[in-house]
């Protein structure tokens, strides 16, 4: 299994990104998705999940600005960000689950990306 994310980069406070995954390796339809951030000195923290319903589920600091999608006929998954904060940088990682369940918790993933940067600048 290969997840291999790609958007990342730097942009000024208010502006807007759009993180993929490409996922290869494994029936893309039969796992639920997810985003996860890590910031520097702090822990890898969940931000958004969506399964092949396609039901989705966002942490609580990107409700409003962040979406998460999912192109089953080309096996990759998005984040579109908007009204980035400072905050909200981080290396960004996308996940593969088969099972489904407890998608908040990191320990629960089967598969991971390596990430890519995000630098929101104020």
């Known amino acids: 299994v290969q997840l291999v994310e790609s958007g990342g980069g730097s942009v000024q406070a208010g502006g807007s990104l759009r993180l993929s995954c490409a996922a290869s390796?494994?029936?893309?339809?039969?796992?639920?998705m997810g985003w996860f951030r890590q910031a520097p000195g702090k822990e890898r923290e969940f931000v958004a999940y969506i399964r092949n319903g396609p039901t989705t589920a966002y942490a609580d600091p990107v409700k409003g600005r962040f979406t998460i999608s999912r192109d089953n006929a080309g096996n990759i998954m998005y984040l579109q960000m908007n009204s980035l904060k400072p905050e909200d940088t981080a290396v960004y990682f996308c996940?593969?689950?088969?099972?489904?369940?407890?998608?908040?918790?990191?320990?629960?993933?089967?598969?991971w990306g390596q990430g890519t940067q995000v630098t929101v600048s104020s």
């Open positions: 996940a593969a689950d088969r099972v489904g369940a407890g998608l908040t918790q990191t320990q629960n993933w089967d598969f």
């Open positions: 390796g494994l029936t893309f339809t039969a796992y639920a």
